[in-house]
């Protein structure tokens, strides 16, 4: 009877789950427009390095996670380049206009193809890619630093802001650190931290369903424990509380 009570189980919470559908974060409803609208195009997978640009001094369309830094200072200046092709501030330089003209690629004005909402989505996107905004706090900067050099971002994806799909999991995806499931998967520093180092929580192991889901999830959350550095996990959980303290409630 075990089996067939943990399959009923399984069944209703996929119930509840269906009553209950995923809400991305902004900036995972950026990266799934910016596939669909064609950004990757010119600014290549999920906009990490951009294709050749003949005629151009830069040579090549800027990546999303470093080289437009170059090209928008703030969020503002990022819309601008989204909605109308070029910052305004930028649009009244001579000597811009005429590098732009000699190159093969121009940015496209989305203005008339996209909502003000879907606008903001991409300049979050764009933003989680470049990390920023950079934490104030320099515990908080660690923790950012350390998620990447552990290769936390590569499943959460940039500053653990992204869902990317997880088959087989309870919601379908890899969970973001700022989205509405991480509070209920989280519930505070300690299970972060089993989590972290081994994996699980004991909450999740201790529940027959919780355990169905995680092992049939594709993607299967690593236990760090080995590899943490003297205090990796008070810097990731700074980053994380940051990071969900800007969230949209």
Known sequence: MRPLVLGLLALALAGGCAAWPPVPTPAERGRR????AGCFACHGPEGRGGVPNPGRVDRTVPGFTGDVMMFARDSGALREWIADG??????????????????????????????????????AFVEASAGRPEPPAPLARRGLERAQA?????????????????????RGYVPA?????FPELVRGRQEFQE??????SGRFERNPAARLFL????????????????GDTDALWAYITWLRSRAPQ
Request: hydrophobic residues 40%; glycine residues 12%.
């Open 33 to 36: 427009l910016a596939e669909r």
């Open 150 to 170: 552990l290769g936390c971002t590569g499943c959460h994806g940039a500053g653990g802001r992204l869902e990317r799909p997880n088959p087989g999991s309870f």
């Open 195 to 200: 989590w972290v180092e081994r994996g699980v």
């Open 86 to 123: 070029v910052p305004a501030a930028r649009a009244r330089s001579i000597s811009w206009r005429e590098q732009r003209d000699r190159g093969a690629l121009r940015m496209p004005a989305f203005r008339r193809r996209l909502s003000p909402r879907q606008i903001g989505d991409l300049v």
């Open 177 to 181: 650190w700022d989205g509405r499931d």
């Open 215 to 230: 092992a049939r999830g594709a993607v299967k959350m690593p236990a760090f424990a080995r590899h943490l550095a003297p």
